[in-house]
């Protein structure tokens, strides 16, 4: 059983930056592809960014944070990071890593097979 842990998050202001972290235990990290999703306040789970199972290996990012953000892996701390540029308040929300097994469909939430328990970022005007 995998247990992700979120770390990282907190209060900027507009266009600053942030990274967060996802540190994985008690599983094999490098058979998984990793995800970071967001959800705000009375919106539905949204996908960020994805990434394949070797270090270095295919990214996808949607397209509102394509060119701000950026996720990366060390496998051999057995952690996931998205390093988050030029924030906007519209980036608000609680963000989430996830695992899964494949690097398909990555922007579906329902095929990933653990999630941390999530991390605040607040951004203000």
């Known amino acids: 059983q995998v247990v992700l842990v979120e770390s990282g998050g907190g209060l900027v202001q507009a266009g600053e930056s942030l990274r967060l972290s996802c540190a994985a235990s008690g599983g094999s990290f490098t058979y998984y592809a990793m995800g970071w999703f967001r959800q705000a306040p009375g919106k539905e789970r949204e996908s960020v960014a994805a990434?394949?199972?070797?270090?270095?290996?295919?990214?996808d990012y949607a397209d509102s944070v394509e060119g701000r953000f950026t996720i990366s892996r060390d496998n051999a701390k057995n952690t996931v990071y998205l390093q988050m540029n030029n924030l906007k308040p519209e980036d608000t929300a609680v963000y989430y890593c996830?695992?899964?097994?494949?690097?398909?469909?990555?922007?579906?939430?329902?095929?990933?097979?653990?999630w941390g328990q999530g991390t605040q970022v607040t951004v203000s005007s």
């Open positions: 996830a695992a899964k097994f494949t690097f398909r469909n990555t922007r579906v939430a329902s095929g990933y097979d653990h």
């Open positions: 990434i394949s199972s070797r270090s270095g290996g295919s990214t």
